[in-house]
């Protein structure tokens, strides 16, 4: 059974619903999946100003915890079309597992939200991938075979590079059950492979 740590980062919910999808369809895949969040950077009454949702149950992560699993899907929402800071001070702080080539060989994933349609959810996973990249681990997207990411029913989250959900910009959308199932088929699809690689 495949180990999968589904590591996030949300400011106002939408992220953690995602990662909890994803986690949800890694378990169905038969996998052990854990959901863990990254440091706030944010001081604290700053945060609540903004009406950040400070009450994650999430437990937070350290950089050591990534070797425990098989497999590691990220999420962030968009910080103008690239990961936040939150999970950029998170990946810059995993140097000396980069030097020994403790991920390499585990299979990656990403997931993301905006505001818009258009604003940089591809851009902002491919920001995301790239710390899984140079860490030599093995990226799954998310394939056509999910086909709610072609709905052209309803404006809805999706792309090939991962899952993703439009919050609007007063973040007033909740996450769609088109994009919860896309969330799904990530963490099953990422937790398939890891039993493959794993056998």
Same mark, same amino acid.
């Given at each position: 059974?495949?180990?999968?740590? *589904?590591?996030?980062?949300?400011?106002?919910?939408?992220?953690?619903?995602?990662? $909890?999808? *994803?986690?949800?369809?890694?378990?169905?895949?038969?996998?052990?999946?854990?959901?863990?969040?990254?440091? $706030?950077? *944010?001081?604290?009454?700053?945060?609540?100003?903004?009406?950040f949702?400070?009450?994650?149950?999430?437990?937070?992560? =350290?950089?050591?915890?990534?070797?425990?699993?098989?497999?590691?899907?990220?999420?962030?929402?968009?910080?103008?079309?690239?990961?936040?800071?939150?999970?950029?001070?998170?990946w810059?702080?995993?140097?000396?597992?980069?030097?020994?080539?403790?991920?390499?060989?585990?299979?990656?994933?990403?997931f993301t939200?905006?505001?818009?349609?258009?604003?940089?959810?591809? =851009?902002?996973?491919?920001?995301?991938? =790239?710390?899984?990249?140079?860490?030599?681990?093995?990226?799954?997207?998310?394939?056509?075979?999910?086909?709610?990411?072609?709905?052209?029913? $309803?404006?809805?989250?999706?792309?090939?590079?991962?899952? =993703?959900?439009?919050?609007?910009?007063?973040g007033?959308?909740?996450?769609?059950?088109?994009?919860?199932?896309?969330?799904?088929?990530?963490?099953?699809?990422?937790?398939?492979?890891?039993?493959?690689?794993?056998?």
């Amino acid at each position: 059974m495949p180990k999968v740590l *589904v590591l996030y980062y949300s400011s106002y919910g939408h992220i953690e619903t995602m990662a $909890e999808a *994803v986690a949800e369809g890694a378990r169905a895949a038969g996998a052990e999946a854990d959901v863990k969040r990254v440091p $706030e950077l *944010v001081p604290e009454p700053v945060a609540k100003a903004h009406f950040f949702k400070l009450d994650q149950g999430a437990p937070i992560a =350290t950089p050591e915890d990534l070797v425990n699993y098989d497999a590691i899907i990220i999420g962030a929402p968009t910080r103008f079309g690239r990961l936040p800071a939150q999970m950029a001070n998170f990946w810059d702080m995993t140097g000396g597992l980069w030097l020994k080539g403790a991920l390499i060989g585990k299979v990656g994933a990403a997931f993301t939200s905006t505001a818009v349609q258009h604003g940089g959810q591809e =851009t902002t996973l491919y920001s995301l991938l =790239t710390n899984l990249i140079h860490h030599g681990m093995v990226v799954a997207g998310l394939p056509y075979s999910f086909a709610g990411q072609m709905n052209m029913n $309803e404006i809805t989250g999706g792309s090939p590079y991962g899952a =993703t959900t439009i919050a609007n910009g007063d973040g007033s959308r909740a996450v769609s059950a088109n994009e919860q199932e896309g969330a799904k088929f990530l963490g099953r699809h990422v937790a398939e492979i890891a039993q493959k690689l794993n056998a």
